[in-house]
């Protein structure tokens, strides 16, 4: 598999969820071994987990005394389309753009401009079962010949208990909104959050019922949206995964302690998918 890029640049503008402010992105190709990178004020940030500032109700990343924010929607998408060199430039504000609260726009305007360039990309194969644990909830990260990301979880008051998967096909995941219980709304404003939240990017669900008018997009819309958020916090190892991941109830900050616990385990290996292994 070789890593890839962007044909040509892309641009995206919206309204960001928490900020409430508009922020303008554009999506910058770049050579092998660049990855990607967020530039803001001059400063670049590497989508890394090290550069990870906060996880509350979305992935923060910083550096330098400048930040950019929920970033996690847009590189699930690139990681699902195999992106790993790119440039994302902030235009204007600091968080990326929700658009839908999904990633359905970035897939649809990304999907057909992707660029393979000549260099292999890279990966870390999980070598040994390894989980992280807060409470109730825990996500696993198994040896596996291929890459599957799997997501357990409930919706309070629409569905018990359900379980999705990605092994390969971003449209079962990419359309799946981003979503709150209507209890949270006064909270989260209260804290500075969702202040650009409204039910054209986010479903807010009530007891047995959600608040948008056309409903959820699948019953399990909820549950995909963790594994789509799951997917985007993965790609923060820097490198594509050989190995399956489960997560049961998992959110940002468990997602977050997972990659950095696979990134510093001893029986992670990296490899171009050329080579063999080497450690
Ligand atoms: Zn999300």
Known sequence: MKQKTLLKEVEFEGIGIHSGEISKIVLHPEGENKGIRFLIKGEYIPANYK???GTDHATLLGKGGVKVSTVEHLLAVLYMLGIDNLTIEFLRGYEVPILDGSGYYFYKELKDKTLELSQEARFLKIGKGLEVRNCKAYIRA?????????????????????????????????FARTFCYEEEVEYLLQ???????????????GKGFVHNPEGLRSKDEPI???????????????????????????GHSLNYQLVKSLAESSFSTTFTSSSVSTP
Request: aromatic share 8%; charged share 25%; with cysteine.
């Open 142 to 174: 198994e040896p596996s010949e291929d890459f599957c990301v799997v997501y357990e979880g409930y919706v309070r008051g629409l569905l018990e208990r359900a379980k999705v998967k990605y092994c390969g096909n971003a449209k079962e995941v990419v």
């Open 224 to 250: 995909r949206h963790k594994l789509l958020d799951l997917i985007g916090d993965l790609s923060l190892l820097g490198y594509r995964i050989k190995g399956r991941i489960i997560s049961y109830g998992g």
């Open 191 to 205: 804290r500075g959050l969702a202040k650009g939240g409204s039910l054209k990017n986010a479903v807010v669900i």
């Open 51 to 53: 550069y990870v500032l």
